[in-house]
Nanobody, 113 residues
Framework: QVQLVESGGGLVQPGGSLRLSCAAS??????MGWYRQAPGKVRELVAD???????DYADSVKGRFTISRDNAKDTIHLQMNSLKAEDTAVYYC?????????WGQGTEVTVSS
């Protein structure tokens, strides 16, 4: 099994930046990603990154967010810039390991003046 622990969430003003981190309990060689769930909405993919470093982003965050991976530390990050109110959500780290989905506990991001 895999444990995923997110950190870095908080309250930030519109236009501000935040950096999220997710630490995995074991080495992951497959794609890892960030999802978010806003109030009253379903969980959606924000960004993911392959073992080789290839990335994909939701259209809503493209150009503002950057996902990165540190394989030596079994960690992924999400650098969020130019934050908007609609980015407010609980952000979850995700991985598929041996055909099973694993999720972190979530870290809350609130973008508000």
């Amino acid at each position: 099994q895999v444990q995923l622990v997110e950190s870095g969430g908080g309250l930030v003003q519109p236009g501000g930046s935040l950096r999220l981190s997710c630490a995995a309990s074991r080495r992951i060689f497959s794609t890892m990603g960030w999802y978010r769930q806003a109030p009253g909405k379903v969980r959606e993919l924000v960004a993911d990154i392959t073992a080789a470093g290839g990335t994909d982003y939701a259209d809503s965050v493209k150009g503002r967010f950057t996902i990165s991976r540190d394989n030596a530390k079994d960690t992924i990050h999400l650098q969020m810039n130019s934050l908007k109110a609609e980015d407010t959500a609980v952000y979850y780290c995700h991985v598929i390991f041996e055909f099973r989905h694993y999720w972190g506990q979530g870290t809350e991001v609130t973008v508000s003046s």
